[in-house]
């Protein structure tokens, strides 16, 4: 049986995705910034920088979250070294994930086409 294989690189994402989203979460209330949750992390394999990916449940001030939280980075950066045991905590940079806003605009495209509106019958017969 092939056994996987696991970087340290993806074991530190892991981590630290659980440990910035609650992180996030606190810094979000605090500041009185736009709900956002974190959706991923991604970290370079020498550990240096990570990149936050994070959602925003109003679309429309996405922009204002993500810059509030890279105002605030350094604090969030010098919190989770503090619950981390890690040597050198990743620079965070934080994204916005428009991932969700893309499949939200398919589906609403997907619904309103008119030829991929059906009628119940898969076949037609004649």
């Known amino acids: ?19 910035l989203g609650t992180l996030v979460h606190d810094a979000v209330r605090e500041h009185g ?13 020498d550990l240096a ?5 994070v959602t925003a449940l109003q679309a429309e001030r996405s ?6 939280l890279k105002e605030h980075a350094k604090e969030i950066r010098y919190q989770l070294g503090r619950s981390m045991k890690l040597r050198h905590v990743p ?25 991929l509106q059906g009628d119940g019958d898969s076949e037609k017969t004649e």
């Open 1 to 19: 049986m092939a056994q996987k294989t696991f970087h340290r690189s993806d074991r530190v994402s892991a981590q630290l995705r659980r440990d």
């Open 33 to 45: 910034l736009p709900s956002v949750s974190v959706s991923d992390v991604e970290v370079t394999r």
């Open 49 to 53: 920088h990570a990149k936050v990916f």
């Open 63 to 68: 922009a204002e979250a993500v810059k509030g």
């Open 91 to 115: 620079e965070l940079h934080f994204h916005y994930d428009d991932s969700v806003d893309r499949g939200e605009r398919i589906d609403n495209l997907l619904r309103d086409h008119p030829d």
